[in-house]
Nanobody
């Protein structure tokens, strides 16, 4: 069983920064890719970006140049650094990982989310 815990959300003024963390725990697994999603009130959950095991990252246009996804493979952790935050970034942010579990193959797991609120 693999578990994810996100942290780092909170309330910040527009223009500020936050750093979200996603820590993955369990046994006999390796992380193939880590994704960050967000869901604003009344809207569908949407992709923010993702980081591969090789370290490359991709982002949706709305966050390019402001958000940075990174990973620490030694700690089975990932991070979403959010700068120049806007009220439109207000959402619950979710970490999602695609992992390979020994003897079980590929699996996808979600965290419970962390609230980010950006005030104007």
């Amino acid at each position: 069983q693999v578990q994810l815990v996100e942290s780092g959300g909170g309330l910040v003024q527009a223009g500020g920064s936050l750093r979200l963390s996603c820590v993955v725990s369990g046994r006999d697994f390796s992380i193939n890719a880590m994704y960050w999603y967000r869901q604003a009130p009344g809207k569908q959950r949407g992709l923010v970006g993702h980081a591969t095991s090789g370290g490359s990252a991709n982002y949706v246009d709305s966050v390019k140049g402001r958000f940075t996804i990174s990973r620490d493979n030694t700690k089975n952790s990932g991070y979403l650094q959010m700068n120049s935050l806007k009220p439109a970034d207000t959402a619950v942010y979710y970490c999602n990982v695609l992992v390979t579990i020994v003897g079980a193959g590929l699996r996808s797991y979600w965290g419970r989310g962390t609230q980010v609120t950006v005030s104007s």
